[in-house]
């Protein structure tokens, strides 16, 4: 049983060598899938599906890997990495190189096994997808999952039905029949109906198992042709179903070992059309057991409780079974290998032996031929036994010596006997033939470990040297030829290997360890002595050569020796070459099958004979390049001419010079590991490898050494770019600097222009600002004036209307008193307003003194950058320019200062104005500030005497009031009225804004004063007539 570990590998070969499946387990091949990371494990695979053809088969492991394996070519690929583990998979589809497979995401996608790309993904099921089954033209497909089964159309990738059922249901199973347009429903329940794939009608139903033998199906299988229907599930118990008559026509009990059934196949067979009798039943205990369902025999089983079955899938034409193993393995069955016991037919009963001739027995002379058949027996008596006994032959001639006896049953001296009857071997047996002539020992282990080695560094330009037009043969050459150099160093220098061991190479091409072991076969025993001289040509060899020549031709040897020809020319090239470049294919092959059955020393005289047979045109040759092309080219010459002479030679050439004395016999390969070689002086090789080794570090560093140079031209060029593209940049810069300084040149004398435009609007603005607030101040000074002029008019005819009446004289002079207090105070609020605005306009006057000697500097300031702009810019230009720009600069600068100055006369005057204002406006307001004082000391001064004469009265109610009267008069004539004035012109001017605002609150404090003065003198009025009138009434 052969084994092969995926690893890592992407694509490579399922098997290295021929499979040859026991008949005891019928393997091909185990395929397991190790990972060598850092904590390697094993990779388990889940499922497997075959294709339509039967030799190719797609596998998925629990790591969404997927590899396809073709089992006729030999081959495995990694054709897609779903990264998640596969449930179901379908490889039998319309398009041969797409298949289905069912994801644990409950998705199902289609890829491609060529372009390795997603060809569709298909979505619907809410859980796992345990099922996929095509229809036979792979148009159509059923996904079933336990919950639902769903019709795809593989054409477009869409769903066109759903089955929905019952959750307390649930779905076993939903199939196509084989070559049928029919779908089979299995459910949980036992029920199974048939629908018309098409319509979705239901065909039939079948019925119920019988309760005697009732059991829930879990598992169903069904013959090519759709007649028959197999199903089990936890029994030991299988249904036999016949789908036309739709009735169940047999149970089959399997042994006791078998408790219950998991999966269920049967087994397809050419010459049965359809109606396949061998069904595969894979237990719970791993083993699956294939059964006669006819006949009810075991036939043969596959698995063990060791290596036990998880599940199994058979292909197409039934030649393989695909297993997958509980440890997550998976071996591909040989069926031919497994039924070998059961279909070959029965041994005859009676063997015959023949005897031998009477004469002599001799070792060439002794056959044995065994024959089956009936033979002719006397009559027995009925109550005879039959008695067995065994024969022994008492031969008194020699037996064949057990040299002669090769491999596989083949004789050497039959087969030179053959040969010399037919002159080559058969075509078709001839690598046989070679096999066990030359005893390969086919170490696959050893050629592993050299192929494992890689490609020799000698040989790693192999295809300079020799450009070989097919790349494999290429490629299979250059393992070859490294597995010689890994075997033995001195083959890595042998210069000739190449031309050696080409025709091996091309004619065992697909069996690389057959090619390396017959070149190794050839090297050991019929290139004896080749590598004593080396590097130089076998001299002993080519004496030997030339020894025998001169023997057998001496015309020729001195038509050679008269022409300088020596033997490193006539028989060298032919040695070197195996007589590959002056033979076809077919000759080649005719000399070598004589080569490798006879002595070692047969090729020596091959040469030998190619020279003989060939002397009439080489007894015309006169020139050494004529020589050459001939021992390099083919010739007009027969082979089997060559060869019958190498024979004559061979029995002719004398034992002192035949080769044979000089060379050993015949030895073969050890089997396990390669024997050692080293017939060569080993201290030249180890010479040669040393200097090789030193050519070879001394070229690296010339390598190394060119390349540094090369990486230092080459930064120097990009150096030298980089700093051609740095100028070029820099000048594109300078340039683009120029005609952005140039623009900003224009656009400064563009914004000198409009500041100049700006500065003449705002000192326009500021002259009509003035000029309004002027204007505005006026009307306020006269709407002030005029109101003020109305309140004292309203406030005289008052006092003129209080004087009409005597009662009210007081009151009247109070009210004149209080509006001269009031007048102060309105006075005193006006120089109060007065003097705000004036410092108003005093502050705003100085901000902007300030603001224009600011935009005067700036101004300059600009004026001054300006000129230094257009000094530097004009630095070329001539004095003339010079002067005028100066002169221009100068005219400005005289202009402003005339401005400035007109602007600051007018703002002088202004201000002198408005002082001169200013010192009127706080004479009045000091002037309103001593009336007001009076009229306070005037008002205390009344309400005092009024109060006196209050309580005077009250005392004397008798009392006349005109003295009173006159003497408030006196006293009010006595009142300092200059001082008050003088006090009440000395206000500040801010007091004036007060007074208007606080006339309203003066007049009707007033009032109310007044009210309660009468009030109060009417209640003490009152009071004092009541005291006068109460003696009078106590006295009467």
């Known amino acids: 049983m052969q084994s092969t570990d995926l690893g890592n590998k992407e694509s490579g070969k399922i098997w290295h060598r021929k499979p040859s499946p026991a008949t005891r387990d019928g393997i091909i091949v185990n395929i397991i899938h190790n990972t060598s990371d850092y904590h390697p494990k094993v990779l388990r695979f889940l499922n497997v599906a075959f294709d339509g053809t039967g030799d190719c088969l797609i596998a998925g492991d629990h790591q969404g890997n997927i590899y396809v394996f073709d089992l006729y070519g030999n081959r495995f690929n990694l054709v897609q990495r779903t990264a998640q583990a596969c449930t179901a998979l379908a490889f039998n589809l319309r398009r041969k190189s797409e298949f289905l497979v069912a994801l644990a995401d409950y998705s199902i996608k289609c890829f491609d096994t060529v372009t390795k790309e997603l060809v569709s993904w298909m979505r619907g099921h809410e859980s796992s997808v345990f099922s996929i089954s095509v229809h036979a033209s792979g148009k159509y497909a059923i996904t079933t999952s336990s919950d639902t089964a769903q019709l795809w159309d593989l054409d477009t990738f869409q769903r066109k039905r759903k089955l929905n059922i019952r959750q307390s249901v649930g779905i076993q199973k939903v199939f196509f029949l084989p070559l049928s347009n029919t779908i089979l429903s299995c459910f949980k329940d036992n029920s199974i109906f048939a629908w018309e794939c098409d319509t979705l009608f239901c065909k039939y139903q079948l019925p119920a198992p019988p309760e005697s033998s009732s059991i829930l199906y879990k598992v169903f299988a069904v013959t090519r042709d759709g007649r028959i229907l197999a199903a089990g599930g936890k029994s030991n118990h299988l249904h036999l179903w016949c789908l036309e008559a739709r009735q169940l026509f047999r149970i089959i009990q399997m042994p006791t070992k078998v408790r219950a059934i998991r999966h269920l196949e049967f087994l397809p067979d050419s010459f049965d059309a359809g109606s396949n009798q061998v069904l595969g039943v894979l237990s719970q205990d791993g083993i699956m057991r294939f059964i006669n369902i006819q006949t009810c025999k075991l036939l043969f089983e596959i698995g063990s409780l060791d290596q036990g079955i998880s599940s199994s899938v058979i292909s197409p ?29 029965p041994l005859p009963l009676v063997k015959v032996i023949e005897d031998l001739p009477k004469k002599k027995l001799s070792s060439s002379d002794l056959k044995m031929k065994v024959t089956s058949g009936r033979v002719q027996q006397p009559a027995k008596p009925r109550g005879s036994k039959i008695q067995t006994r065994i024969l022994k ?8 010596s057990k040299k002669n006896e090769l491999p596989d049953g083949l004789n050497k001296k039959r087969l030179q006997i053959l040969l010399k009857g037919y002159g080559e071997y058969p075509t078709k047996y001839r690598m046989f033939i070679w096999r066990s002539l030359l005893q390969l020992p086919e170490n696959h282990t050893a050629f592993s470990s050299l192929i494992d080695k890689g490609t020799h560094v000698t040989f790693l330009n192999l295809q300079k040297k020799y450009p070989i037009k097919s790349r494999k043969l290429l490629r299979v050459l250059q393992r070859t030829l490294s597995a010689l150099a890994h075997w033995s160093v001195i083959f890595s220098d042998t210069p000739y290997l190449p031309l050696l061991a080409f025709p091996f190479v091309k004619l065992f091409q697909n069996n690389q360890l057959i090619c390396f072991e017959v070149i190794a076969t050839l090297i050991i025993n019929w290139c004896q002595h080749w590598f004593e001289y080396f590097p130089n040509p076998p001299i002993n060899i080519l004496s030997m050569i030339e020894n025998v020549l001169a023997f057998h031709d001496k015309e020729l040897l001195r038509h050679f020796i008269d022409h300088d020809i020596t033997s490193q020319l006539y028989a060298w090239p032919l040695l070197e070459t195996v007589f590959s470049e002056v033979l076809t294919r077919e000759e080649w092959l005719k000399l070598f099958d004589n080569i490798f059955s006879n002595h070692p020393s047969f090729l020596l005289m091959t040469v030998v004979a190619y020279n003989i047979c060939s002397r009439v045109p080489l007894l015309n040759c006169n020139l050494k390049d004529d020589f050459e092309f001939f021992f390099h080219h083919r010739n007009n010459l027969d082979i089997n001419v060559v060869i019958r002479q190498v024979y004559h030679l061979m029995e002719t050439t004398p034992t002192d010079i035949h080769p044979d004395s000089m060379l050993n016999v015949f030895v073969a390969l050890t089997k396990g590991q390669y024997p050692v070689f080293n017939q060569y002086p080993k201290f030249i090789v180890d010479y040669q490898t040393q200097e090789r080794e030193r050519i070879r570090n001394d070229e690296l560093d010339y390598l190394r050494e060119r390349q540094t140079v090369e990486d230092m031209q080459a930064e120097v060029d990009q150096q030298r770019v980089e700093d051609e593209a740095w100028c070029q940049k820099q000048e594109l810069l300078r340039k683009a600097e120029e005609t952005r300084r140039e623009m900003l040149l224009q656009e400064e004398e563009k914004i000198i222009q409009q500041r100049q435009r700006l500065a003449a609007v705002k000192r326009e603005l500021q002259v009509k600002e003035m000029h309004l607030q002027d204007a505005a101040r006026r009307r306020f000074l006269k709407l002030q004036q005029d109101q003020q002029e109305m309140e004292l008019r309203r406030l005289d005819d008052e006092i003129g209307r209080k004087n009409l009446t005597e009662n009210q004289a007081a009151v009247a002079k109070e009210m004149r008193a209080d509006a001269d207090a009031y007048r102060r105070k309105v006075d005193l609020e006006e120089h109060m307003f007065h003097k705000l605005i004036e410092a108003g306009e005093t502050q705003s006057q100085k901000t902007q003194k300030v603001i224009k000697e600011n935009l005067a500097k700036a101004e300059q300031a600009c004026l001054n950058t300006d000129w230094q702009i257009q000094s530097l810019h004009k630095q070329k230009c001539d004095d003339l320019q010079r002067n005028k720009c100066y002169q221009e600069v100068a005219k400005l600068l005289r202009e402003n200062r005339r401005k400035e100055i007109e602007i600051l006369n007018a703002m002088v005057e202004q201000e002198a104005k408005k002082w001169k204002e200013a010192e009127g406006k706080e004479f009045c307001l000091r002037s309103a500030k001593k009336a007001s004082a009076l009229s306070d000391a005037s008002r205390k001064w009344f ?44 206000m500040h001017p801010s007091t004036q804004i007060s007074l208007n605002r606080r006339a309203v609150e003066w007049d009707t404090m007033e009032q109310n004063l007044i009210q309660k003065v009468r009030n109060l003198r009417q209640r003490l009025t009152a009071q004092a007539r009541h005291r006068c009138q109460t003696p009078h009434l106590l006295a009467a």
């Not at 079974?321 to 039924?339: D, K, P, R, W």
């Not at 032959?393 to 064949?400: A, K, N, P, R």
């Not at 005109?962 to 001082?979: G, H, I, K, M, V």
């Open 317 to 345: 034409h039934g030649r393989y079974i695909a297993s997958i193993m509980e440890n997550g393995s998976l071996n591909v069955y040989s069926v031919q290998a497994l039924t070998q016991e059961i279909n070959k037919p």
């Open 393 to 400: 032959q008492d031969l008194t001639g020699d037996f064949e």
């Open 943 to 986: 309400l005092k005497q009024e109060i006196n004469a209050a309580v005077e009265h009250a005392e004397n109610p008798c009392h006349k009031e005109e003295p009173r009267f006159q003497n408030e008069q006196e006293d009010a004539s006595c009142l300092p009225r200059t001082s008050h004035l003088n006090d009440s012109s000395e």
